[in-house]
């Protein structure tokens, strides 16, 4: 974990070292934030969407007669873990291209 966290500082510098102004600075730090985001979401969704599966397989393998049942509702469980994923997409581009603080 120190060594995401040098690395993210590390990469950092670069995009707070170029003089300019303020607009140079606001850029940067939406690119880092919108990267750092974007990370999050997908490691989090990931991580849910790992749980939800292993749960639905444990399910079927207990109850084989519940299979489709089972299967209906973590897809629409996968669905909506993917919508957060998704939701952040669209934020770290309104901040990459649409960025308001400009």
Avoid at 29 to 36: D, K, M, T, Y
Avoid at 69 to 94: C, D, G, P, R, S
Wanted: glycine fraction near 12%; avoid cysteine; charge should be neutral.
């Amino acid at each position: 974990m120190k060594k995401i966290i040098l690395l993210t500082l590390a990469f950092a510098s670069f995009a707070f070292g170029a003089e300019g102004d303020a607009t140079t600075t606001i850029q940067a730090v939406s690119v880092l934030a919108a990267v750092i985001g974007l990370g999050i979401a997908a490691l989090g969704g990931a991580i849910g969407m790992g749980h939800a599966t292993a749960a639905t397989i444990l399910g079927i393998a207990r109850n084989p007669g519940l299979g489709s049942k089972l299967m209906n509702t973590m897809f629409i469980a996968v669905a909506m873990i993917e919508a957060q994923v998704i939701y952040t997409f669209v934020l770290a581009v309104i901040a990459l291209y649409g960025n308001p603080f400009l």
